[in-house]
């Protein structure tokens, strides 16, 4: 058995659902009846499971289930996840183990010297469910015999790895940190990560970052792990400076699917066009065309540094500045924050094509109320450098939801609006991998990145490659970023969304076509050959521990 654990198994907080989610289906095909998924049992008794989680019995699982699964005292529901691929799941509720949790604790210290009184926050409850992971993972192997393999993902599951080297040593354990706990905490914090990472002593900066537990639960777990691994060359060299241990190399791949130019997906587009010119036009009280428009966008978590929200903004005024066209341009910030709901008289004119209104709504640059409105940093920024201009041609619009299809405004998901964009913007800071821009191109939509994105460095190297080295206009564009060059950043932007706006008709779709026979170089079909070649290695090195 292959049994994969993590927070965002049937949870989406972030891109590691994305991972896993498009990994399954190719997971499930190199592996029939030998994988299954572990993630958290958030909903009480009688509230309702997640959407994605498709309740039901496991074949390889039902004597287990029937004979073993009674006896551990935690309440688990059995199903597949509702993804390509659909792999059997587990979700176990943890919360039978938190009368336990301090002789839990005492054991990890006893063992390997954690002090887990150090955490906070999350930390007790992302333990509990690794450990409660860590009994099933053993229990299983246990019960089916042969040979097994537990992957651990991210420093949210790295007590259940401790726990199980414990209690199963024989199993062989694969640990992902999908980004540093120290890493991500310097560059949310604004120190300069990149400038001085060789100086950086990992223990010392979780001290002086507040983020001791965290860090030093990851850190044992690369340790411990029979093998260790990050998702791109950027994170990889973050890694083995903050937690001493160097780590293989697992790419995030994606699961590309059909074309983009499929009349399948040209429907998509045209009606994603539409929605997004109607909403701007009832915003701003113009008429914005669906044709004529050029849709620029940014998606992502809401960190304003990290993602590079902030440059986003900045590259935005800068191009407005000396922008003396006429063609619109609209540019959405499509990033989850304090959401209040959709805006009632927005849903109001959207609904009633016929109703006339008399000038741009109030707040123009937003489609969705926010409960901090006044003091939201976006809003700040975009009016401050008055991107929300009525007679602007530059215009910003803010979409504070999650775009799952019901939001009450565009009512489509994330996916269905990104296809119906001509640029996404990502000038990330802290990267490890980058999924929003690997999505861009999957929906042939062109893409600025950067060199701090693990996705912008590996897009760099397939770009110097045929055909894309011979073309005009590269799909993915790979902007320098450092930590001292911020201007230079923003000038760059700046310049490339006005080359993308001067593309003809016939070198936009060259590039749109490249676009996606780039992703397809990134299709989990090509990518998944990494995992085979780190399960080898769970079988040739033992754990430095054993």
């Not at 792999?87 to 938190?98: A, G, Q, R």
């Amino acid at each position: 058995m292959i049994l994969e654990t993590s927070w965002e198994v049937c949870n989406k907080m972030g891109g590691i659902y994305t991972v896993l989610s498009s990994r399954a289906d190719i997971m499930t095909q190199r592996h029939p009846h030998d994988v299954c998924f572990i993630g958290p049992l958030l909903a009480q008794e009688g509230e309702p499971l997640p959407l994605d989680f498709i309740p039901g019995e496991i074949p390889e699982l039902a004597s287990w289930a029937k004979e073993v699964l009674p006896t551990l005292g935690l309440r688990v529901k059995t199903g597949h996840w509702s993804v390509a691929g659909e792999p059997p799941v587990l979700l176990v509720d943890f919360t039978s183990l938190w009368d336990r949790k301090g002789n839990f604790f005492f054991d990890l210290w006893k063992a390997y010297g954690l002090e887990s009184d150090k955490g906070y926050g999350d930390y007790d409850e992302s333990c509990l469910f690794g450990i409660a992971a860590a009994e099933l993972i053993a229990s299983i192997a246990s019960h089916l015999g042969g040979h097994s393999r537990a992957i651990f993902n991210e420093w949210q599951t790295a007590a259940g790895l401790l726990w199980l080297h414990l209690h199963a040593p024989e199993i062989e354990t694969l640990f992902i940190t999908h980004a540093t706990t120290v890493g991500r905490s310097i560059a949310g914090n604004h120190k300069e990560l990149y400038t001085y990472m060789e100086a950086y002593n990992g223990d010392q900066m979780a001290r002086e970052l507040g983020v001791e537990a965290k860090h030093a639960v990851e850190k044992l777990a690369a340790h411990t792990a029979t093998t260790f691994a990050t998702v791109s060359k950027l994170t990889a060299r973050e890694a083995k400076q903050l937690l001493e241990r160097e780590p293989i190399v697992l790419p995030n791949g994606f699961r590309c699917g059909s074309s983009p130019f499929s009349s399948a997906y040209r429907a998509k587009r045209k009606k994603a066009r539409k929605r997004l010119s109607q909403v701007a036009s009832r915003l701003y009280h113009q008429e914005i065309s669906s044709d004529e428009a050029f849709f620029i966008s940014l998606g992502g978590r809401y960190e304003y540094r990290n993602k590079g929200i902030d440059l986003y903004l900045e590259s935005l005024y800068r191009f407005r500045e000396s922008y003396q066209g006429e063609r619109d341009i609209v540019a959405f910030l499509l990033v989850p924050a304090w959401e209040a709901g959709p805006r009632t008289e927005l849903q109001y004119l959207l609904n009633h094509p016929t109703e006339t209104q008399e000038q741009a709504l109030q707040y123009p640059c937003l489609s969705h109320w926010l409960y901090n409105t006044e003091s939201d940093r976006a809003v700040a920024h975009i009016r401050h450098r008055g991107l929300d201009r009525v007679d602007s041609k530059v215009k910003v619009i803010f979409v504070p939801c999650y775009l799952n299809g019901l939001d009450g405004i565009f009512d489509l998901t994330y996916y269905d609006l990104l296809v119906g964009m001509d640029l996404t913007v990502y000038p990330s800071y802290y990267e490890p991998w980058g999924y929003t821009p690997l999505e861009s191109i999957r929906y042939g939509v062109p893409t600025i990145t950067t060199t701090l994105a693990g996705f912008g460095l590996w897009a760099e190297e397939e770009e110097a490659t045929s055909p894309f080295a011979e073309a005009p206009c590269p799909p993915v564009h790979v902007v320098e970023r450092t930590d001292t060059n911020i201007l230079e950043t923003i000038q760059t932007i700046s310049s490339l969304i006005r080359e993308q706006l001067h593309l003809s008709p016939e070198e936009a779709k060259a590039q749109r076509r490249l676009a996606y026979e780039l992703a397809r170089r990134a299709d989990w079909k090509l990518f998944y050959r990494h995992y085979e070649e780190a399960y080898k290695l769970t079988e040739e090195l033992p754990s430095l521990f054993s």
